[in-house]
């Protein structure tokens, strides 16, 4: 499985308010609708910016704050094909992966990114690549049990299709 896509950089400590703030989370239940609002405390033009495919790149701690899905399901709905992080708050990569968005934990991977950069993630091998400057970095491959949960878009998808845990 590749994803490839343009980078968006954030920085350390992206909370989930940052990711989608407080202020429309209630108001708004349409996913698509409530992603126009996305990291507009951040950048107000950056859900603009972003195309499917496109890749997050983010320091330390992406996702800390409350455990709502609505930050990973709005990050899905913008079309983004991974987040790609130095580490994550723990309940956010749950819930991401259990929205079907890939959250790929890679030390270094901060660095190694300017923003508008060509990245390529190589899933089962794990790997990232930098395609404009060639770099590229080694990221410890999720356990079969979580890629299978993506490929299927979820986790309450894996379990209609008939996925279970052993």
């Known amino acids: 499985m590749k994803i490839r896509g343009r980078v968006w950089k954030l920085g350390d400590d992206v909370n989930t308010d940052l990711i989608i703030s407080g202020r429309y989370k209630y108001d708004i239940l349409d996913m698509k609708e409530l992603a126009r609002h996305a990291f507009e405390d951040l950048d107000p033009e950056l859900h603009k910016k972003i195309k499917p495919g496109d890749i997050i790149v983010a320091g330390q701690n992406f996702g800390c704050g409350s455990s709502r899905e609505h930050a990973p399901l709005v990050i899905k709905a913008l079309g983004v094909g991974a987040v790609v992080a ?81």
């Not at 660095?111 to 990232?128: P, R």
């Open 86 to 166: 130095e580490s994550f708050a723990r309940i956010f990569f749950r819930n991401a992966i259990n929205v079907g968005l890939a959250a790929i934990e890679c030390p270094g991977v901060a660095s190694l990114f300017e923003e508008e950069d060509e990245a390529e993630i190589l899933l089962e091998e794990g790997i990232i690549r930098n395609l404009t400057s060639g770099v590229q970095l080694r990221f410890r491959k999720w356990p079969e049990i979580i890629y299978k949960i993506y490929l299927a878009g979820g986790l309450v998808d894996y379990l209609k299709r008939g996925g279970v845990f052993e």
